[in-house]
């Protein structure tokens, strides 16, 4: 009797750690409304785009071409949540330095106050890798609009303070302009959790590794 | 016997650790958004305040809080009006506690005097 009861034991431990190891082995799911068209599964995708960037080049789609990358949306004289932001956004940018598959993509949403030279006075404040990272501004309307198909907020509100309304998420996109993951850019444990993300998806355009 | 150590444990006790319990709250709310919880700052964008920086500035942080500071730098610090003279007391005294070796702190009639002077 015993040693059925050890052998059911040790039989569901085996489950829960295959089950456990099958779980982290999942792609991350793809985001959004699924469309169904002749068979075919249509994703949300992130719509085309182009900004200015600190160096005042020009920032489109195809700059994100073969790689995955993560955004935010941000700006300077923000009064609230966004140095938080840009700590943990930092965070990645020590973490991830050295991988040339990912990028990251901050938009800012006062573009009357966040000029080019401030983008650029801002990104070497804080030392900013702008080959890998890319602060942007552009129409307003634009950047309101495309931070919906991100899945975040980002409006004028003067009852928020600085001006604006705007969520702390940062975003991760695939080669496909899918949005994979996201997480509260405020909280690190979240960021965290997120960059383990990140690593996943990285594994699954790198399927050799 | 036993009332008057409990007594003096309770004495000791106040005297070793003052609370700053408003004094964290008001740091959290008015300035850990930016200089961050942990007073680590971000970049050259917003100074961290570093023990060497609290103890250089000493009172003068109190017209720093009051007053705002360089209002053209890329991200200017907001004045601070509203708080009195024992809530930037205890924010000063919150930052020895938190995040120098100091044990000594500030009293609001310190504070007030500095603040006389503030521009």
């Not at chain 1, 705007?166 to 965290?192: A, K, M, N, Q, W």
């Amino acid at each position: 009797m015993n040693r059925s009861i050890g052998t059911i034991f040790s039989f569901l431990t085996v489950l829960i750690i295959v089950s456990c190891q099958t779980e982290n082995e999942k792609p991350l799911p793809i985001l959004g409304n699924k469309l169904f068209e002749d068979g075919d599964t249509i994703y949300h995708t992130v719509r085309d785009f182009k900004f200015i960037d600190q160096d005042s080049q020009s920032i489109s789609n195809e700059t994100f071409n073969d790689k995955i990358y993560v955004v935010d949306f941000f700006f300077i004289s923000c009064p609230t949540i966004c140095p938080r932001v840009k700590k943990q956004m930092l965070r990645l940018q020590e973490r991830f330095g050295d991988e040339d598959q990912l990028m990251m993509l901050s938009h800012s949403i006062d573009t009357r106050n966040d000029t080019v030279p401030r983008l650029k006075t801002y990104a070497e404040n804080l030392d900013i890798n702008t080959d890998q990272w890319k602060l942007v501004t552009g129409n307003k309307d634009s950047i309101m609009v495309i931070a919906e198909d991100y899945f975040s907020i980002a409006k004028e509100d003067p009852n928020a303070p600085g001006g604006f309304d705007h969520s702390g998420r940062l975003i991760l996109v695939d080669t496909e302009r899918r949005v994979r993951s996201f997480c509260d850019g405020t909280d690190p444990r979240d960021v965290d959790r997120f960059m383990d993300d990140i690593d996943r998806l990285l594994a699954e355009i790198n399927p050799a590794e | 016997m036993k009332l008057y150590w409990n007594c003096m444990w309770f004495i000791v006790l106040l005297g070793c650790s003052p609370s700053f319990e408003q004094g964290k709250l008001l740091y959290e709310s008015r300035c850990a958004n930016c200089h961050m919880s942990d007073g680590s700052g971000l970049g050259m964008a917003i100074p961290p305040l570093s023990a060497d920086k609290i103890v250089a500035l000493d009172l003068e942080i109190a017209c720093l809080i009051r007053t705002g500071v360089d209002a053209n730098s890329l991200i200017p610090m907001p004045a601070q009006k509203d708080l009195t003279e024992t809530e930037i007391t205890n924010i000063l005294n919150y930052l020895r506690s938190e995040f120098t070796d100091i044990k000594s702190f500030y009293k609001p009639t310190d504070v007030a005097e500095t603040l006389i002077d503030c521009n």
